[in-house]
């Protein structure tokens, strides 16, 4: 799909931090801003130029539905723990969930 200015793939190339396992050893210990900046660099070398469209976009909902399900996992499923964890209100939380199709 390198010919397409239009391509929003679900999840970005180079999405997954992490790595094959060859590669994943010299990665350990990347933060979540450089394994966000490879995966961009990673994208845009397979736009081969193209015009990307709806950056933003695509990467906060690659970043922010797996972020609300951590947390959602780390607090054992209670919202109001897992809104607390993120440092948000739990009706944003609810809302967000809702809209990820992650709601119970």
């Known amino acids: 799909m390198k010919n397409s200015a239009l391509r929003t793939p679900a999840r970005p190339a180079g999405a997954e931090c992490p790595a ?21 660099t990673q994208y845009f070398e397979d736009l081969g130029g193209a015009k990307p469209h709806a950056l933003h976009e695509m990467v906060m909902l690659a970043v ?31 809302k967000k969930l809702t809209g990820y199709g992650l709601a119970k």
């Open 64 to 94: 922010e539905r797996p972020l609300l399900k951590f947390a959602l996992d780390k607090a054992g499923g209670n919202q109001s723990a897992a809104a607390e964890l993120l440092g948000i209100n739990r009706n944003t939380l609810r």
């Open 20 to 40: 094959p396992a060859p590669a994943r050893a010299a990665r350990r210990g990347e933060t979540i801003e450089e394994c966000i900046v490879r995966s961009l």
